[in-house]
């Protein structure tokens, strides 16, 4: 749902826009913090880095991103996206699949103890 948002140990998350096969999101990660090493059964992402510098993750390949720099993931592969720096990182994420909810992630690592979904 457009204007939804949620706080997790890394971060956080807000949907700006979705529709019939997308949703667009702006994600904030906080310094030294990473997302859990995780695919995807339905979508594929696409990020775009606004600020900061992310340490990506896709596939066992690191790559790293500036404001204006783009990362794609396709569907089923593994990625993470990491802050290394000292100040928020912010990213668009575009999700493209038939489904796009929150219980399409597959963790297969997490620095927080969450159960692998």
């Not at 749902?1 to 904030?28: A, N, Y």
């Not at 720099?69 to 000292?86: C, F, L, Y």
């Amino acid at each position: 749902m457009i204007g939804e948002q949620d706080t997790r140990p890394w971060g956080t998350w807000q949907v700006l826009d979705e529709g019939d096969g997308f949703k667009v999101k702006r994600i904030t990660v906080r310094p030294k913090a990473r997302l859990s090493y995780q695919t995807h059964e339905h979508r594929a992402e696409h990020w775009a880095v606004v600020s900061g510098k992310a340490t990506c993750v896709v596939d066992g390949r690191i790559q790293l991103a500036g404001p204006g720099d783009s990362v794609d993931v396709a569907v089923g592969e593994p990625h993470r996206i990491t802050n290394m720096e000292d100040e928020d990182l912010v990213l668009i994420e575009v999700q493209l699949g038939r489904y796009t909810g929150e219980d399409d992630i597959c963790r297969l690592e997490d620095d927080y103890g969450r159960v692998p979904a």
